[in-house]
C-alpha cells in the first residue's frame, strides 16, 4: 500500500502531538511493509504568520493532491481580533468544504483503567462505546446569508441554519453502514419540536433508516441527548446529528472519556479524508511536553481505516493505544486516581510506536498457529 500524506502541524500543541501520529504512521508502514510518503505544510495560524493566510494555496493544493490530510490543531490567541473569515478557524473550515467531506465521526469509548480521570462514576461510563456521526459542511457553519450588520444604530448578527433532503440522506447513510458494522441501533438528535430544519433532518433519517431494516432507529431532542450523555451513556451506539449539535455533544463525550485529548475524529465522504484529533491548539501547555497524543494517534488508525483501508492496522494502533494505556502510562490530563506513571507527549507517542510492534507479532503468531 502506497499512501501520501498531507501533515498539518497547525498551532499550539498541534505539532507535539501530530508528530507522535507520524510516528507511529512510520512505525506501521515498517511492520507491514507499506511506504506512506509524507509532506508538510502550514495551516491556522502558523500559515498566517507566513503567507497571510490561514490556508495557503500551496496547502490546498497539496491536501487536495494527497490520498489523506493528517491535521494537528488551529488556533492562536493572537490572532482573535482578526475578522472571522482570517482568523486561524477559517482556514479549518475552508479546508473542509474543499476536500467535501461532508461526514465526522468521532468515536468516543471509555477505557476501564482510566475511569477515575472521568467526573462520572465509573459504572455510568464503563463500557461506553459511542461514535457520533456529525453533518460537517451544512447547517449554522455554512448557511448564507450571515455577516453582522447595523439596524437603527444597532449592531445586529445573522446565521442562517440550512439543511437539504440530499445533505442529510448522504450522512444518515453513512450513520447506518457504520450503525450495521456495529451494535445496530442509531441514535439521531435534533430539536424538531422547534426548528424546520430539524423536522426535514428527522423525515429524510426516517426515510433512509428503511433502507437498513437491520438497524434500529430512534430520535432525541438535542437537550435531552445532552443529558443522557452523561446519565446513561451507555444507551448509544451511533449517534447522527448536524453541524452544531455534533460540535457540541462530541465534545461533552470527553467526559465519558476522562479528556478532550482523547477523542479522535475522522472526516470522510469527499476525495480526500481528513483526520484530527478533537481538542484544539491548547496555547497554555504548547511546548511543555505535556500534550495529551492518544487521540492524535487515534486519528491516524482512523486514517488507516478510511482512507488506506487497511483494517488490520488500524485495529493494530487501536491495541497499541489500549496496551499502553494498561500499562499504566499517563499524559497530566488522564491520571487523577489512577496511580499510573506519568510520561511526556514524545514518550507516550514512542511507547505506542513500539507497542504496535509487539501487536503485530501477537497477532502474526496467532495466525501463524
Not at 124 to 136: F, N, P, S
Not at 187 to 214: F, I
Not at 224 to 242: K, Q, S
Not at 263 to 280: K, N, R, T, W, Y
Amino acid at each position: 500500500m502506497q499512501l501520501k500524506i498531507t501533515v498539518l502541524e497547525g498551532d499550539g500543541i498541534g505539532p507535539e502531538v501530530t508528530r507522535q501520529a507520524v510516528g507511529v504512521l512510520r512505525a506501521v508502514a515498517g511492520i507491514y511493509g507499506h511506504r506512506f510518503e509524507f509532506a508538510e505544510r502550514l495551516i491556522g495560524g502558523a500559515a498566517i504568520r507566513q503567507h497571510d493566510s490561514p490556508l495557503p494555496t500551496v496547502t490546498l493544493d497539496a491536501c487536495l493532491a494527497s490520498d489523506a490530510v493528517l491535521l494537528g490543531a488551529v488556533g492562536a490567541p493572537e490572532f482573535d481580533a482578526l475578522p472571522a473569515h482570517q482568523r486561524p478557524e477559517a482556514g479549518l473550515l475552508l479546508l473542509r468544504q474543499a476536500l467535501g467531506d461532508y461526514a465526522n465521526l468521532r468515536p468516543a469509548v471509555a477505557y476501564d483503567v482510566i475511569s477515575a480521570a472521568s467526573p462520572l462514576r465509573p459504572e455510568i461510563a464503563q463500557g461506553a462505546d459511542i461514535l457520533i456521526v456529525r453533518e460537517l459542511l451544512g447547517g449554522l457553519y455554512f448557511g448564507e446569508p450571515r455577516g453582522v450588520t447595523s439596524d437603527n444604530g444597532h449592531s445586529v448578527a445573522v446565521n442562517t441554519m440550512r439543511y437539504s433532503v440530499p445533505q442529510v440522506e448522504r450522512v444518515a447513510r453513512v450513520a447506518f453502514a457504520a450503525a450495521s458494522k456495529r451494535r445496530r441501533k442509531v441514535t439521531s438528535v435534533d430539536k424538531a419540536n422547534v426548528l424546520e430544519t430539524s423536522q426535514l433532518w428527522r423525515q429524510t433519517v426516517s426515510r433512509v433508516a428503511r433502507d437498513y431494516p437491520e438497524v434500529t432507529l430512534d430520535h432525541l431532542y438535542v437537550d435531552a441527548c445532552a443529558m443522557h450523555l452523561i446519565t446513561n451513556p451507555r444507551r448509544f451506539d451511533v449517534i447522527l446529528t448536524e453541524n452544531l449539535f455534533g460540535d457540541i455533544l462530541s465534545d461533552e463525550a470527553a467526559v465519558i472519556t476522562g479528556s478532550l485529548g482523547m477523542l479522535a475524529s475522522a472526516s470522510i465522504g469527499g476525495d480526500v479524508g481528513l483526520f484530527e484529533p478533537v481538542h484544539g491548539s491548547a496555547p497554555d501547555i504548547a511546548g511543555r511536553g505535556t500534550a495529551n497524543p492518544f487521540g492524535a494517534i487515534a486519528s491516524a488508525a482512523l486514517l488507516l481505516r478510511y482512507s488506506g483501508g487497511l483494517e488490520q492496522e488500524a485495529e493494530t494502533v487501536e491495541e497499541a493505544i489500549r496496551s499502553v494505556l494498561n500499562a499504566g502510562y499517563r499524559t497530566p490530563d488522564i491520571n487523577a486516581g489512577s496511580g499510573g506513571f506519568l510520561a511526556s507527549t514524545a514518550e507516550i507517542g514512542k511507547l505506542v510506536a513500539e507497542a504496535v510492534a509487539e501487536v503485530a507479532d501477537t497477532r502474526h503468531a496467532y495466525h501463524a498457529v
